[in-house]
């Protein structure tokens, strides 16, 4: 029997080089597409870019101090939308919790759906604001003509009186923007119309 050639150093040496690289573009690929949530995860857990906190409770601690709390509403092209705030501004005790309401309607002539993003500015004061009942990241549906008024519940952390980036701040401002959605499809009716085409074969 004849023995087959076993690699040499160099080739063993170029078979690493190109497993490695081949594992770093799978990995680069991988991350580029793990950016954007990790992204949204980091703004959300940290604040960073104006990004509110969402909180399961309210505040127990109020403080004799108030900021003034204005809101901003703004619709994408291509949702044919009127989009704007109930109130444009209101003056609240730090640690209180209060409830504005937003409005929208749908002046096009079939059902369309919308969703969307917020943010605070100044960015420093995003960490501090904290909501407890938002429509925000929600697929909203309306039909032809229909308006909906969409609750906003919220508090201003105490905290932010301490922090020396944020304690002079006396305004901030909640702002929202709805961007059109092609609205998702139920899991249940997907199911369902996967069984029929299988009833069909």
């Given at each position: 029997?004849?023995?087959?050639?076993?690699?040499?150093?160099?080739?063993?040496?170029?078979?690493?080089?190109?497993g490695?690289?081949?594992?770093f573009?799978?990995?680069?690929?991988?991350?580029?597409?793990?950016?954007?949530?990790?992204?949204?995860m980091?703004?959300?857990?940290?604040g960073?870019?104006?990004?509110?906190?969402?909180?399961?409770?309210?505040?127990?601690?109020?403080?004799?101090?108030?900021?003034?709390?204005?809101?901003?509403?703004?619709?994408?092209?291509?949702?044919?939308?009127?989009?704007?705030?109930?109130?444009?501004?209101?003056?609240?005790?730090?640690?209180?919790?209060?409830?504005?309401?937003?409005?929208?309607?749908?002046?096009s002539s079939?059902?369309?759906?919308?969703?969307?993003?917020?943010?605070?500015?100044?960015m420093?004061?995003g960490?501090?604001?904290?909501?407890?009942?938002?429509?925000?990241?929600?697929?909203?549906?309306?039909?032809?003509?229909?308006?909906?008024?969409?609750?906003?519940?919220?508090?201003?952390?105490?905290?932010?009186?301490?922090?020396?980036?944020?304690?002079?701040?006396?305004?901030?401002?909640?702002?929202?923007?709805?961007?059109?959605?092609?609205?998702?499809?139920?899991?249940?009716?997907?199911?369902?119309?996967?069984?029929?085409?299988?009833?069909?074969?």
């Amino acid at each position: 029997m004849t023995n087959a050639p076993q690699p040499t150093r160099k080739e063993r040496a170029n078979g690493v080089i190109v497993g490695t690289c081949i594992a770093f573009v799978a990995g680069m690929v991988g991350m580029a597409y793990a950016a954007v949530p990790l992204y949204d995860m980091f703004c959300r857990v940290t604040g960073y870019n104006g990004t509110t906190q969402r909180v399961e409770q309210a505040s127990d601690v109020i403080l004799d101090e108030k900021v003034k709390v204005t809101f901003d509403a703004n619709t994408s092209s291509g949702l044919p939308w009127e989009f704007q705030p109930v109130q444009r501004d209101i003056d609240v005790k730090i640690g209180e919790t209060v409830q504005v309401t937003y409005r929208a309607k749908n002046l096009s002539s079939k059902p369309t759906t919308g969703q969307a993003t917020f943010n605070v500015t100044p960015m420093a004061a995003g960490a501090y604001f904290n909501k407890v009942q938002c429509f925000c990241f929600t697929e909203t549906t309306l039909q032809p003509g229909e308006e909906m008024e969409m609750p906003v519940v919220f508090f201003v952390d105490p905290e932010i009186v301490k922090s020396v980036e944020t304690k002079g701040i006396k305004t901030l401002t909640l702002s929202y923007t709805f961007y059109p959605r092609e609205p998702s499809k139920p899991v249940a009716g997907m199911k369902a119309k996967t069984g029929e085409a299988e009833n069909k074969l």
